[in-house]
Structure formats: C-alpha cells, structure tokens
C-alpha cells in the first residue's frame, strides 16, 4: 500500500465529478503536484467496507490545505435538484479549522467559485471568505492554485508562475492520449488514481530544470 503523504504537503480536492469537470480537475491536480504538493480526493480508492463520509472526514483530518470549488450547485437536469456535496465538504473543512486539534486549527482553505460573488445567493454564510473566481478556465484556476501554494511553499521552493505551469498543463492535456495508449488506457474510463498516476510520471520526465516550455 502506498505510503500516504504527510499533512503538510496533502491538499484535499472538493470539486465535482462529472466528465463536464474533468478539464479543470485535471488542471487542479496538476497544479498541486506542480507545486510540490500531493492531491487527495474521496476519489482516491474505493473501500466499500468505509462509509463515504468518514472517508471523507479521514482525508479532511489528513490534509493541511483544501481547495474546495463550489461552482458547480446548479439544478440537476434529471432530477431537478440541486448538488450539495462541495459545500457539505467544505464545512466540514472549515469546522475542522475551528474546532479541531492545533493541527486542524492550522488548516488552510482556497475556496474557487465561477464567478465572483455568485456564492452569495446560494452560500452566503461563507460571506468574508477570499473567494476566487476561475471563470471556468482550467488555466485561470492554475494561476490561482499556483499564488496560493506559493506563500506555504515558500520556505522550501521557489514556485514557478502560473502562466508556466499553466503552459505546461496544456502540454501534457496535449500529450496525454498518447501515454495513455502506452499504458493501454482509455482517456475517458480514466479514475482519479490513473489521472493522478499519469501525471506523476510525466512530471518527473518533465522537470522543471530541463522543461523548455
């Protein structure tokens, strides 16, 4: 079993998980490994002997940073009603930081919506958080990633700009059909744990001290 990351390096993922949303998920998690961290999600393994939401809560405890991108609580067109696992998540982030341990308390949270002050009419509570605003675009939520993991990064690494990771993301979104071929993977049956996979490898075939991106 592989070793799991420590908190100070693992960045919990709340986001949707639809084919529409792959794009930007893949770009989230690209930018995390990018920047020296590890990306965790509900996604990582399937255990059907643990309850999804104390799966949940485990990754929460075991995570120092949490992206959490609330973006996505439209009606569902078949069942008419709206989704509200993104932001159960992140309460339950946000209650770790304010009732936890000291290294719960210790905690910190990047909160992505589509556009700014959108959250107001379905989550105002959250009112006074730093919400950032990706547009949709995989490459704007990079640069935002990148800003924000750049200020815990910053006693061990110098973090490349966003625009560079960003043009690194389209490179390998690029390349990808083709390493996925290698491996006998179809793109579209990918789980978070082959996308995860896939871009390890092609990081460290790419590293930053030879890519001429």
């Known amino acids: 079993m592989k070793k799991k990351p420590s908190s100070d390096i693992s960045?919990?993922?709340n986001c949707p998980f639809d084919r529409r949303?792959?794009?930007?998920?893949r770009a989230l998690t690209f930018a995390v490994y990018d920047c020296g961290f590890v990306p965790r999600s509900a996604l990582e393994?399937?255990?059907?002997?643990?309850?999804?939401y104390l799966k949940i809560l485990r990754i929460v405890d075991e995570c120092g940073f949490g992206i959490h991108d609330i973006s996505r609580v439209q009606l569902d067109r078949s069942t008419r009603l709206p989704r509200f696992n993104m932001p159960l998540e992140l309460g339950l982030f946000l209650g770790a930081t304010?009732?936890?341990n000291d290294r719960n308390r210790a905690k910190q949270c990047?909160?992505?919506?589509?556009?700014?002050?959108?959250?107001q009419k379905f989550c105002s509570d959250i009112s006074g958080q730093d919400i950032r605003a990706h547009s949709a675009k995989?490459?704007?939520?990079?640069?935002?990633v990148r800003d924000w993991l750049s200020i815990p990064a910053a006693h061990r690494a110098v973090i490349p700009s966003g625009s560079r990771i960003a043009a690194r993301f389209e490179r390998f979104e690029r390349e990808m059909p083709e390493w996925c071929r290698r491996q006998q993977l179809v793109p579209r049956e990918l789980t978070f744990t082959d996308q995860s996979r896939l871009i390890e490898e092609w990081l460290k075939a790419h590293p930053w001290s030879v890519d001429t991106v």
């Open 110 to 119: 990047l909160i992505l919506d589509r556009d700014h002050f959108r959250y």
């Open 98 to 100: 304010a009732f936890g």
């Open 45 to 52: 393994d399937d255990n059907a002997g643990e309850v999804r």
């Open 138 to 144: 995989p490459a704007k939520a990079i640069g935002i």
């Open 11 to 13: 960045v919990f993922i």
């Open 21 to 25: 949303y792959q794009p930007m998920m």
